[in-house]
């Protein structure tokens, strides 16, 4: 067991736990995005920074990724940690406002602002997509391509992948996509047959916007192109 | 774009399985040599064709999508065929306060292409690169591995012209080259 | 008689020289009287394609083919010729290249190496005491007398952050040798503006392998690899032979020199990307895989390359290793002070007279290399800052020059040593602009995992394009601020966590220079486009120069008379400015 203490509370772990999972033992929240049960950890989001050692050697860290040492001090809602993530969730809503669940985070850190140029993205990268297919679904059929700001999800040449099965777990686990799969007026989705996807091919004109890799739709078989 | 894998894809540019397995055979170690062999590749056809991702990827049991993740992240791979001659502005820091960018816009302007593109001839590809090391000549020009040093716009159309006899081997490091590049006032 | 050809020099026109050289010496069949010695790049390299005559080092700067018949016909008169010697502008010659305040307060301990050796010669080296150091170390057989003098040296590690190499190596050695361990030479020098681990690599990549085989000896690794990037086509082919070579003398491999030590030492390139050169990522590479860090610890020490234990050190800290070993720690802590041992080479560049590689000892002023050996500003503008560490650097300004350079004094100046590029900014050099070129950089080369430095760093630029458009407000500085230290803070890597240091720095520094960008809509330093316009004054003598190379037809008037630019057709390209010999043409 490791021994360490997060907010002054000593805590004992298993050797390999992160300090996001010791954290959460004691019931300490950590926002998270890029995170899920079952996958493996990542740390893209940024956003389960959480402060580690004293004085001038001080630093963030993501929780989800970073391993608890022996004597380890962790604060997970000090001063520089929430002005940090209040600047990660701006950062993402100037990015992807219509995701629901950035949306319901921002609010829940009371984050009143967004001063960057308004983008409309409905991908931050997080990779929750990439893991899903490739450690649940043991299909690999889509990948991150390129790299800085050109970094984006998907099949090899953007053509249908031989991996694929069609299974959605991809758009189950993508926390940005509500617009896809509910479209701005989730009452006027036209198709209900996969209540857990929630098709959003609405209109084909919106659809070239949507990040699919179904192709055709499960759920109402419209095609690309 | 989402479209189906076509068949005519297999022999495209008359490439071989053969080929391709020549290079793998080359360049694999035992323990990978992935970026040697797409290396290979991207210097024997100029670029990346789809389907000799494909066989690295089946030679080296290794998924596509690495293998296309690989060949999209390192700038050195193109997955599009490149000019003939090969234009690089390096674009380090030393080179951009020396007046690197002018150097680039003319050869836009020239060329009528954007940095990264190929004219439409197929005959020139414009590229920008981050650092040469050559940082104390700069702004430096590269025209198919041909050196050019202290570059001024007004030399720009010159070196154009100029690609056309650089049509020999210049791989050797102790050949002749021929340099515009005069001392100027930076 | 030596001529250094490195990438520089051959971009200078060395190869010409080497040329004309030849075929003189074989036409006048003198190739017993005088032989010609092609090296790597001996630093000065402002003054290249340059001559060396030996045993006299009787330096002939910026030599042209042309020269070379009279040349050789001089050095064997033992004469020399006047009119081809480097002259100061006070109007004194300097015939010898020790005589060169370019040279004269450097300490190269690495670099001099240059001049002596033929980089595609292992014979070569070995006369020049090369490989005589792992030689008496495999004779004597002490593995741990290595590690403790390189402990002892207290060598830190070249590369930029400054990591005591000594204490690297004892943990490597102190893992155990189950399934073996690994040394990385790191060249994958991506900096812009820094080439030293180039020069190096090109001019004397033996001292590369004997370091990492005393490395090697020391800790117990099994086998090493030398990682360079793509860029550097010349180093690869200098270093591949040397390895051929080294395998050829038994040098390499199993069983070296009979004494029953092994070592295996490939290499690796690079593809091109930046962030290869932070340690996980480049191990990444090395496997083939994306360059994308991860999360450390566990640190490479530990888990490494293929998992194992591996200990990467950059390009100048090998090279330093070799030395140490022969000429013992005592000696080398002797140069530099107490906690920066050694010396360290910088490429001067920029906005200087004297550009190229000086090294120097650790602790020497910023005022010392830039106004000393590197001769002062290029040009008539006073120099404003210099740039210091690459992308992860900073840019430090005139009035802190009297710092002595080490790695901890540049972190407190709010830059870093990184692999020691400095490039010379001077009034014409825009600080919001510098600031936006580094932006632009890492937006590409950020691997894009971490949102904060993918995001991040794309948000800078946008801010500073606004800045630099003249579009900024007093909002857009305070927010750029906030930006850039949450970057710093909530970033994996080493690129995301020091990729605000570019905008940091000029915003403590240059802030006056943001605040004219933003309340007078004015640039300085007369860069950026959006708020500057050219004009032609009085001293224009209607040469039409600037007529004949304006792409955009935005020059008119009569020849001999005053030429006029329509500033709705110019496009600021500058060239008019560049060919301008009469100083007529003004940016305000």
Request: proline share 4%.
């Given at each position: 067991?490791?021994?360490?203490?997060?907010?002054?509370?000593?805590?004992?772990?298993?050797?390999?736990?992160?300090?996001?999972?010791?954290?959460?033992?004691?019931?300490?929240?950590?926002?998270?995005?890029?995170?899920?049960?079952?996958?493996?950890?990542?740390?893209?989001?940024?956003?389960?920074?959480?402060?580690?050692?004293?004085?001038?050697?001080?630093?963030?860290?993501?929780?989800?990724?970073?391993?608890?040492?022996?004597?380890?001090?962790?604060?997970?809602?000090?001063?520089?940690?929430?002005?940090?993530?209040?600047?990660?969730?701006?950062?993402?809503?100037?990015?992807?406002?219509?995701?629901?669940?950035?949306?319901?985070?921002?609010?829940?850190?009371?984050?009143?602002?967004?001063?960057?140029?308004?983008?409309?993205?409905?991908?931050?990268?997080?990779?929750?997509?990439?893991?899903?297919?490739?450690?649940?679904?043991?299909?690999?059929?889509?990948?991150?391509?390129?790299?800085?700001?050109?970094?984006?999800?998907?099949?090899?040449?953007?053509?249908?992948?031989?991996?694929?099965?069609?299974?959605?777990?991809?758009?189950?686990?993508?926390?940005?996509?509500?617009?896809?799969?509910?479209?701005?007026?989730?009452?006027?989705?036209?198709?209900?047959?996969?209540?857990?996807?929630?098709?959003?091919?609405?209109?084909?004109?919106?659809?070239?916007?949507?990040?699919?890799?179904?192709?055709?739709?499960?759920?109402?078989?419209?095609?690309?192109? | 774009?989402?479209?189906?894998?076509?068949?005519?894809?297999a022999?495209?540019?008359?490439i071989t399985d053969k080929q391709i397995d020549a290079l793998i055979a080359?360049?694999?170690?035992?323990?990978?040599?992935?970026?040697?062999i797409l290396?290979?590749i991207?210097?024997?056809?100029?670029?990346l064709p789809p389907h000799a991702l494909r066989i690295v990827a089946k030679k080296m049991?290794r998924?596509l999508?690495?293998i296309?993740?690989?060949?999209?992240?390192?700038?050195?791979?193109?997955?599009?065929?490149?000019?003939?001659?090969?234009?690089?502005?390096?674009?380090?820091?030393?080179?951009?306060?020396?007046?690197?960018?002018?150097?680039?816009?003319?050869?836009?302007?020239?060329?009528?292409?954007?940095?990264?593109?190929?004219?439409?001839?197929?005959?020139?590809?414009?590229?920008?690169?981050?650092?040469?090391?050559?940082?104390?000549?700069?702004?430096?020009?590269?025209?198919?591995?041909?050196?050019?040093?202290?570059?001024?716009?007004?030399?720009?159309?010159?070196?154009?012209?100029?690609?056309?006899?650089?049509?020999?081997?210049?791989?050797?490091?102790?050949?002749?080259?021929?340099?515009?590049?005069?001392?100027?006032?930076? | 008689?030596?001529?250094?050809?490195?990438?520089?020099?051959?971009?200078?026109?060395?190869?010409?020289?080497?040329?004309?050289?030849?075929?003189?010496?074989?036409?006048?069949?003198?190739?017993?009287?005088?032989?010609?010695?092609?090296?790597?790049?001996?630093?000065?390299?402002?003054?290249?394609?340059?001559?060396?005559?030996?045993?006299?080092?009787?330096?002939?700067?910026?030599?042209?083919?042309?020269?070379?018949?009279?040349?050789?016909?001089?050095?064997?008169?033992?004469?020399?010729?006047?009119?081809?010697?480097?002259?100061?502008?006070?109007?004194?010659?300097?015939?010898?290249?020790?005589?060169?305040?370019?040279?004269?307060?450097?300490?190269?301990?690495?670099?001099?190496?240059?001049?002596?050796?033929?980089?595609?010669?292992?014979?070569?080296?070995?006369?020049?005491?090369?490989?005589?150091?792992?030689?008496?170390?495999?004779?004597?057989?002490?593995?741990?007398?290595?590690?403790?003098?390189?402990?002892?040296?207290?060598?830190?590690?070249?590369?930029?952050?400054?990591?005591?190499?000594?204490?690297?190596?004892?943990?490597?050695?102190?893992?155990?040798?189950?399934?073996?361990?690994?040394?990385?030479?790191?060249?994958?020098?991506?900096?812009?503006?820094?080439?030293?681990?180039?020069?190096?690599?090109?001019?004397?990549?033996?001292?590369?392998?004997?370091?990492?085989?005393?490395?090697?000896?020391?800790?117990?690794?099994?086998?090493?690899?030398?990682?360079?990037?793509?860029?550097?086509?010349?180093?690869?082919?200098?270093?591949?032979?040397?390895?051929?070579?080294?395998?050829?003398?038994?040098?390499?491999?199993?069983?070296?020199?009979?004494?029953?030590?092994?070592?295996?030492?490939?290499?690796?390139?690079?593809?091109?990307?930046?962030?290869?050169?932070?340690?996980?990522?480049?191990?990444?590479?090395?496997?083939?895989?994306?360059?994308?860090?991860?999360?450390?610890?566990?640190?490479?020490?530990?888990?490494?390359?293929?998992?194992?234990?591996?200990?990467?050190?950059?390009?100048?800290?090998?090279?330093?290793?070799?030395?140490?070993?022969?000429?013992?720690?005592?000696?080398?802590?002797?140069?530099?002070?107490?906690?920066?041992?050694?010396?360290?080479?910088?490429?001067?560049?920029?906005?200087?007279?004297?550009?190229?590689?000086?090294?120097?000892?650790?602790?020497?002023?910023?005022?010392?290399?830039?106004?000393?050996?590197?001769?002062?500003?290029?040009?008539?503008?006073?120099?404003?800052?210099?740039?210091?560490?690459?992308?992860?650097?900073?840019?430090?300004?005139?009035?802190?020059?009297?710092?002595?350079?080490?790695?901890?004094?540049?972190?407190?100046?709010?830059?870093?040593?990184?692999?020691?590029?400095?490039?010379?900014?001077?009034?014409?050099?825009?600080?919001?602009?510098?600031?936006?070129?580094?932006?632009?950089?890492?937006?590409?080369?950020?691997?894009?995992?971490?949102?904060?430095?993918?995001?991040?760093?794309?948000?800078?630029?946008?801010?500073?394009?606004?800045?630099?458009?003249?579009?900024?407000?007093?909002?857009?500085?305070?927010?750029?601020?906030?930006?850039?230290?949450?970057?710093?803070?909530?970033?994996?890597?080493?690129?995301?966590?020091?990729?605000?240091?570019?905008?940091?720095?000029?915003?403590?520094?240059?802030?006056?220079?943001?605040?004219?960008?933003?309340?007078?809509?004015?640039?300085?330093?007369?860069?950026?486009?959006?708020?500057?316009?050219?004009?032609?004054?009085?001293?224009?003598?209607?040469?039409?120069?600037?007529?004949?190379?304006?792409?955009?037809?935005?020059?008119?008037?009569?020849?001999?008379?005053?030429?006029?630019?329509?500033?709705?057709?110019?496009?600021?390209?500058?060239?008019?400015?560049?060919?301008?010999?009469?100083?007529?043409?003004?940016?305000?």
């Amino acid at each position: 067991m490791i021994n360490l203490v997060i907010n002054g509370l000593p805590v004992a772990v298993e050797e390999g736990s992160t300090i996001l999972e010791a954290a959460k033992y004691l019931g300490f929240p950590i926002p998270t995005l890029c995170h899920l049960e079952g996958l493996s950890n990542y740390g893209a989001c940024r956003l389960c920074v959480v402060e580690i050692g004293e004085g001038p050697k001080a630093r963030l860290v993501s929780s989800c990724t970073y391993q608890v040492e022996e004597g380890l001090k962790v604060r997970t809602a000090s001063a520089r940690v929430v002005k940090a993530r209040k600047m990660v969730l701006e950062l993402l809503l100037a990015s992807c406002p219509q995701s629901k669940v950035i949306q319901d985070l921002a609010s829940a850190h009371d984050v009143r602002q967004q001063r960057f140029r308004q983008e409309h993205e409905d991908c931050i990268l997080c990779g929750l997509c990439i893991r899903m297919c490739e450690e649940q679904m043991m299909a690999k059929a889509i990948g991150f391509r390129n790299r800085g700001e050109n970094r984006s999800i998907g099949t090899p040449f953007d053509m249908k992948s031989e991996e694929c099965r069609l299974c959605g777990g991809c758009m189950y686990v993508c926390p940005a996509c509500q617009l896809r799969c509910t479209y701005m007026e989730p009452e006027k989705a036209i198709c209900g047959g996969c209540a857990n996807l929630s098709p959003p091919c609405l209109e084909k004109s919106s659809f070239e916007d949507m990040m699919c890799y179904m192709d055709p739709c499960v759920a109402c078989e419209i095609r690309k192109d | 774009m989402i479209k189906d894998i076509t068949q005519s894809e297999a022999t495209e540019d008359g490439i071989t399985d053969k080929q391709i397995d020549a290079l793998i055979a080359k360049h694999q170690t035992d323990r990978n040599g992935v970026i040697d062999i797409l290396e290979a590749i991207q210097a024997s056809y100029g670029y990346l064709p789809p389907h000799a991702l494909r066989i690295v990827a089946k030679k080296m049991n290794r998924s596509l999508v690495d293998i296309y993740g690989v060949a999209t992240f390192y700038q050195a791979f193109s997955l599009r065929p490149k000019g003939k001659h090969r234009i690089v502005v390096c674009l380090g820091t030393a080179c951009h306060v020396r007046g690197a960018p002018a150097i680039v816009e003319e050869f836009e302007r020239q060329l009528g292409i954007k940095a990264g593109e190929t004219t439409p001839d197929m005959k020139y590809t414009l590229e920008t690169v981050n650092c040469l090391g050559a940082c104390a000549l700069g702004p430096i020009v590269v025209v198919d591995e041909r050196y050019y040093s202290k570059v001024i716009p007004t030399q720009v159309r010159d070196i154009i012209n100029n690609s056309h006899s650089g049509d020999r081997d210049t791989a050797d490091s102790h050949q002749q080259q021929k340099t515009i590049g005069e001392a100027v006032p930076s | 008689m030596v001529i250094p050809a490195g990438t520089c020099g051959q971009a200078s026109g060395a190869n010409d020289l080497i040329a004309a050289a030849e075929k003189e010496i074989l036409l006048c069949g003198l190739d017993k009287n005088i032989r010609v010695r092609v090296t790597g790049c001996h630093g000065f390299c402002e003054m290249e394609p340059s001559v060396l005559i030996e045993p006299d080092n009787t330096f002939y700067p910026q030599v042209k083919p042309d020269d070379i018949p009279r040349l050789i016909k001089a050095v064997l008169d033992g004469k020399i010729l006047e009119d081809l010697l480097l002259v100061s502008e006070e109007g004194k010659k300097y015939y010898h290249q020790n005589d060169l305040p370019f040279y004269q307060t450097q300490v190269r301990s690495i670099l001099a190496a240059h001049e002596k050796i033929d980089p595609l010669s292992i014979a070569n080296y070995i006369e020049n005491d090369g490989y005589s150091a792992i030689a008496e170390v495999l004779e004597n057989g002490a593995p741990e007398a290595i590690l403790a003098e390189v402990k002892n040296s207290n060598l830190r590690g070249r590369g930029g952050a400054g990591f005591p190499t000594g204490k690297k190596w004892e943990m490597l050695a102190n893992q155990s040798n189950g399934s073996g361990k690994y040394l990385i030479c790191n060249a994958d020098e991506g900096d812009p503006g820094a080439y030293m681990d180039r020069s190096v690599l090109e001019g004397n990549p033996h001292s590369i392998i004997e370091g990492m085989l005393l490395g090697a000896y020391a800790t117990g690794a099994t086998a090493g690899v030398i990682y360079v990037r793509k860029e550097y086509p010349l180093a690869i082919k200098h270093l591949e032979l040397a390895l051929t070579q080294a395998a050829e003398y038994g040098l390499l491999g199993d069983d070296i020199l009979g004494k029953g030590f092994s070592f295996n030492l490939s290499l690796a390139k690079g593809a091109g990307a930046f962030v290869c050169g932070e340690e996980t990522a480049l191990i990444r590479s090395i496997e083939g895989k994306m360059g994308e860090p991860r999360q450390r610890p566990p640190f490479p020490i530990t888990k490494g390359l293929y998992r194992k234990p591996t200990a990467i050190n950059n390009v100048e800290t090998w090279a330093n290793i070799p030395i140490i070993i022969r000429q013992g720690a005592k000696k080398f802590t002797g140069v530099g002070t107490r906690n920066n041992s050694g010396t360290k080479i910088f490429s001067l560049v920029g906005k200087i007279k004297n550009t190229g590689l000086v090294e120097v000892p650790m602790g020497i002023t910023l005022k010392e290399i830039i106004y000393g050996i590197g001769g002062g500003p290029s040009a008539k503008a006073k120099i404003k800052a210099v740039q210091t560490g690459g992308p992860s650097g900073g840019c430090i300004p005139t009035a802190r020059f009297d710092l002595a350079i080490d790695y901890d004094s540049l972190v407190d100046a709010g830059s870093i040593m990184g692999s020691g590029g400095m490039i010379v900014m001077d009034e014409h050099t825009c600080m919001v602009d510098v600031a936006k070129y580094f932006m632009a950089f890492l937006k590409d080369e950020s691997c894009g995992k971490c949102f904060t430095c993918r995001k991040g760093t794309q948000r800078m630029y946008e801010l500073l394009e606004d800045i630099s458009q003249g579009k900024g407000t007093l909002k857009h500085l305070e927010l750029l601020k906030e930006l850039a230290e949450v970057v710093k803070d909530t970033t994996m890597c080493g690129l995301g966590q020091t990729a605000s240091n570019p905008v940091l720095s000029t915003l403590r520094y240059f802030r006056d220079e943001y605040l004219a960008h933003i309340e007078k809509q004015q640039c300085p330093a007369g860069v950026c486009k959006a708020l500057i316009t050219y004009s032609i004054n009085e001293n224009c003598t209607g040469c039409g120069m600037c007529v004949s190379v304006c792409s955009e037809e935005a020059i008119s008037g009569l020849r001999k008379q005053r030429y006029k630019i329509d500033s709705d057709k110019c496009i600021k390209c500058g060239t008019c400015k560049g060919v301008c010999k009469f100083e007529a043409i003004e940016v305000s």
